[in-house]
């Protein structure tokens, strides 16, 4: 109990603590002493006065939405003795597996700058700065010449780093029960069953009402859509977050999700905001880094070739570059099992007090990152909340799809997961194509780690993301990978090799998610 209370304390003082440094807290202050030019507010019931005051004008509200978009965030309460680093990951194994991946990113980056005799960075000339300021809502139409480019690593990469990831605690004397899995990850992590599943995603249940089934034109709307809107409509008048995530729990109306999910990520088009991001992207506009090439060419091999996302190729330009220089992304490595990359400035390498981080966000651009923006863009078309959105989706959740660590939404979990709920619930498919040599998270890997953007149908997507939102967890992602899987079972039945596998599961877009989920968790697995 004591402990408890004291887990509370901290939290209180560390949000607190950041509040304090908020935009919000200067606007509190700012209000608090206009009101007390109001006849209501009286000297001797100053303190009750003012939160009454607070709460009549709304800012209470406003308050109580920023509190709880930090504990979104907030790591899990640990000893008050344990060191940063403990923050981070918990687990030392698994903190140097990532700082070895992290080792390899950048000696393969160092080794492109190198080869192509490029620098980190420089400073664009004047004219160069003009004519990429002339074209800043055309970057799509410039064809520079990548063909020397190369991502710096692409999913399977990470996936092999994943396969090798091993406990040294349990070299000598693994337990039967861990002993018994067969699937490509060998960590003992704990991860969900189905009964806690259920329990988890209760309002995924066959007896709730749900967008992206009982929409449909089958169905009438006044059995669930009306409604639905009405109580939609009703959140965003009260302006509540914890109100509106647990409402997209069973989808969100297309007319409202872009307000939704504001909402929830607690952002809201300040004029400072769209002057932090006029910022950003003067720092574009004045400075090249080796990223910025890295970035164009993973939209040219992705977004820009995809059916659904290559209309927004100028948007995806604007919002990564301006990201790659954002040094408030830098405060998510408190929580994230990842560190951010330095560089030493020319002739200073080793001398810490020359050091800076590189790129400036610490986060270095993969091979399909660019989707993690795309089907936002098809939600909000003013560019600096468009970045807001994307930057808050990062820092909360898509990090943990390409760091290594043992949070239950980080991807080896997810992983460990999905082999999990397949091994156990489809042993005869799981089996069989694990003797043809077509493990299946091989083929499932690429959707988990892009968060199955650019592989289900937008609106779909949306839906998908929606729960991810609603749950603040990225475990649905696999449960849909299992649950695609056993889908397309028949036929996976009936391959003989992983080329055949990946073909009878190659095109996703015609899946309809919001059944595949429930039949699987609710209909078929017991």
């Known amino acids: 109990m004591l402990q408890e209370e004291s887990d509370l304390s901290l939290i209180i003082a560390q949000i607190v603590q950041k509040l304090k440094g908020s935009n919000l807290y200067a606007q509190l202050e700012r209000q608090a002493w206009a009101s007390l030019q109001r006849p209501e507010i009286k000297l001797e019931s100053l303190k009750e006065d003012i939160k009454e005051f607070f709460k009549i004008s709304g800012w209470e509200k406003k308050l109580q939405n920023a509190v709880y978009s930090e504990l979104s965030v907030f790591p899990l309460p640990s000893h008050p003795a344990a060191p940063p680093e403990h923050l981070k990951e918990p687990l030392v194994y698994m903190r140097k597996a990532q700082g070895s991946w992290e080792k390899r990113i950048l000696k393969s980056l160092n080794s492109m700058c190198t080869e192509l005799s490029i620098p980190l960075a420089r400073k664009r000339p004047v004219g160069e700065q003009k004519e990429l300021l002339n074209k800043w809502n055309e970057m799509g139409t410039d064809e520079p010449d990548l063909s020397l480019f190369r991502p710096v690593y692409a999913p399977k990469d990470f996936l092999e780093v994943l396969i090798n990831l091993r406990n040294p605690n349990y070299e000598n004397g693994d337990s039967l029960s861990f002993r018994t899995h067969l699937g490509l990850i060998q960590v003992p992590l704990k991860v969900k069953d189905i009964p806690e599943l259920k329990e988890f995603f209760v309002e995924l249940g066959l007896t709730s009402g749900q967008l992206g089934i009982d929409d449909s034109t089958q169905v009438p709307p006044e059995l669930f859509e009306n409604e639905h809107v009405r109580i939609g409509q009703k959140v965003l008048t009260e302006q509540d977050s914890a109100a509106a995530q647990q409402y997209v729990r069973q989808g969100s109306p297309t007319a409202l999700r872009a307000e939704l999910w504001a909402l929830i990520l607690n952002i809201s088009s300040h004029p400072e905001d769209i002057l932090y991001y006029e910022q950003l ?21 992705t977004a820009s070739n995809d059916d659904y996302y290559f209309v927004f190729e100028d948007y995806l330009y604007q919002v990564l570059l301006c990201f790659s220089r954002d040094t408030s992304v830098l405060s998510h490595f408190a929580y994230n099992s990842a560190s951010p990359p330095k560089s030493y400035i020319r002739g200073k390498l080793g001398l810490e007090e020359y050091a800076v981080f590189y790129p400036p966000n610490g986060v270095i651009p993969f091979h399909g990152f660019s989707m993690y923006v795309a089907p936002l863009c098809f939600l909000y078309h003013e560019p600096s909340k468009l970045y807001q959105i994307f930057r808050e989706m990062y820092v909360r959740f898509f990090f943990r799809l390409h760091s290594i660590s043992s949070h239950p939404s980080g991807i080896v979990s997810l992983c460990l997961l999905f082999e999990t709920l397949l091994q156990t619930y489809l042993p005869q498919l799981f089996y069989h194509l694990r003797e043809i040599g077509a493990q299946p998270l091989r083929i499932s890997f690429k959707w988990m780690v892009r968060a199955f953007s650019g592989y289900l149908a937008t609106d779909q997507l949306l839906l998908l993301w929606d729960r991810i939102l609603g749950y603040n967890s990225l475990e649905i992602l696999a449960v849909l990978a299992a649950a695609v ?16 596998a990946e073909a009878v599961l190659a095109d996703l877009s015609t899946l309809k998610v919001m ?11 017991t």
């Open 281 to 301: 992207k003067t720092n574009v506009i004045q400075h090249d880094l080796l990223v910025d090439s890295l970035i164009y060419k993973d939209v040219k091999l």
């Open 515 to 525: 059944p595949l989920l429930q039949i699987f968790l609710f209909a078929t697995v």
């Open 485 to 500: 899987f056993a889908f397309r079972a028949v036929n996976l039945m009936e391959v003989t090799s992983l080329a055949a």
